[in-house]
């Protein structure tokens, strides 16, 4: 019968051994095919941006006696034919709409057809409109917080493992979490809202954290390794994934379960439409961070360093000695 603490122990004394390092060269092909798609799907499927990025009115019917979704659409479109809307229910009682841009006239028109499909007063029918401009400084906003997070955590990785190898490879894992993870959310129509930008900070911190405790193993592995001739700097990272490996899936399996609660039980089922954003994007996010830490991130590191000289002449001792084994076998 399996055991997961006999697997665990046999992950890390080397027993039991998935070949990250080894394969690293078809995990990187893989990764970058990755990498593209999720860069091509803007072409396939233009990524929708929120309201909160594009400008447009907005529309609230306070406690309606029905929430039909459909009502709305159809209210606005009586008043602007062809009229993109985005209806959700907020609160369980509530309905938001959204739509494009509106002059004034219109949306004194639209507010009193909504009044009228919803049975309500106009005066419970707010309306408010949300400039471009807006959104525009919050994308600038989101780029300088993503670039200033990646310089210092650039910065802090390489003081800590006294080496920018390290950092460099935790930072190129970082962006290949960030890319595949908006190709997957965009890919599966959903609009990249502010909160969705947040759940994309909120993973790379995650992913951080993940990549920061495998590649503390990493350190030790190699380091303690520096003077023996049992194993290649490529094993000796290799055996440190391995090590951390079932700690890694455990992390990421009780980090997606509230998550994954929020968005299947919360949003899905109980209609909770404004935690779908953020609750998708961090789900996503966390599978992906797993999957990069140790397909890519850990092999990458692997390979900026196995070629310095000193790694070299060591891995070449270690192979020396095992021919020498084979020899007197």
């Not at 899905?268 to 999957?291: C, N, P, Q, R």
Request: charge should be negative; proline fraction near 3%; hydrophobic fraction near 50%.
């Amino acid at each position: 019968m399996f055991s997961m603490n006999e697997f665990g122990n046999n992950l890390y004394s080397g027993k039991t051994s998935f070949p990250f390092v080894g394969k690293r060269r078809l995990w990187f092909i893989i990764a970058v095919l990755l990498v593209l798609g999720s860069a091509l799907v803007p072409f396939i499927r233009p990524i929708q941006f929120s309201i909160e990025f594009t400008g447009g009115s907005q529309f609230m019917i306070v406690d309606p006696s029905s929430t039909d979704q459909d009502v709305a659409t159809e209210a606005v479109r009586s008043v602007v034919p062809g009229a993109a809307t985005k209806v959700v229910v907020v609160n369980g009682k509530d309905v938001r709409v959204q739509a494009d841009q509106m002059s004034t006239q219109e949306t004194q028109e639209v507010k009193a057809a909504l009044a009228a499909a919803y049975d309500v007063e106009p005066t419970e029918v707010a309306d408010s409109f949300i400039g471009p401009a807006w959104g525009e400084n919050v994308t600038r906003q989101s780029l300088w917080g993503l670039a200033i997070f990646l310089a210092l955590t650039f910065l802090i990785l390489a003081i800590y493992f006294r080496t920018w190898k390290m950092s460099a490879a935790a930072i190129i894992g970082l962006l290949d979490v960030l890319v595949i993870t908006v190709g997957i959310y965009s890919l599966a129509g959903f609009e990249i809202s502010p909160a969705a930008v947040i759940g994309f900070l909120t993973i790379l911190a995650y992913s951080l954290y993940d990549t920061t405790v495998v590649f503390d193993k990493v350190r030790e592995n190699t380091t303690e390794d520096a003077n023996q001739t049992t194993r290649t700097f490529g094993e000796s990272v290799n055996l440190a994934v391995n090590q951390t490996l079932v700690r890694s899936i455990n992390t990421s399996v009780v980090a997606a379960l509230p998550v994954g609660a929020i968005l299947f039980i919360g949003a899905f089922w109980f209609g909770a439409e404004t935690l779908t954003d953020i609750s998708l994007s961090i789900f996503v996010g966390i599978i992906v961070a797993t999957y990069s830490t140790l397909f890519v991130a850990a092999p990458l590191y692997a390979a900026f360093r196995e070629k310095e000289p000193a790694l070299a002449a060591h891995d070449a001792k270690v192979y020396e000695t095992r021919e020498r084994a084979v020899a007197k076998a």
